[in-house]
């Protein structure tokens, strides 16, 4: 995060800067935050950690009028399944972060 006040820049940042810095909510199988971890660490498969941290993330798949499925092909550069043809848009809610788009609960 960047200091208060200051912007912060992905200027000059590689793949695994992104990962190291962002860092994922880790949850258990009842889906109860138990901590956090960077996505680097979140996606490192391992032996004893054949599938990585469990971790929130969320996919978006966009339907045009045809039901046609919009899917994107990941960068070659990706740390993480480069080059898969995935989902149209996938990732994670960061600890520490709240984004300002939710609504406010009605009243």
Known sequence: MAPPG?????????????????????VNYADEVVGFESKYNA??????QPT??????????LFDADDRLLLQ???SSKVTFAEAWTNTCCSHPLHGLAPTEVDAPEA
């Open 6 to 26: 200051e912007a912060w820049s992905s200027a000059g940042k590689s793949q695994d800067e992104f990962m190291l810095k962002d860092t994922c909510l880790a």
């Open 73 to 75: 092909q990941r960068a």
């Open 52 to 61: 990585g941290i469990l971790h929130r993330a969320f996919s978006v798949m």
């Open 43 to 48: 996606h490192k498969f391992l032996v004893g």
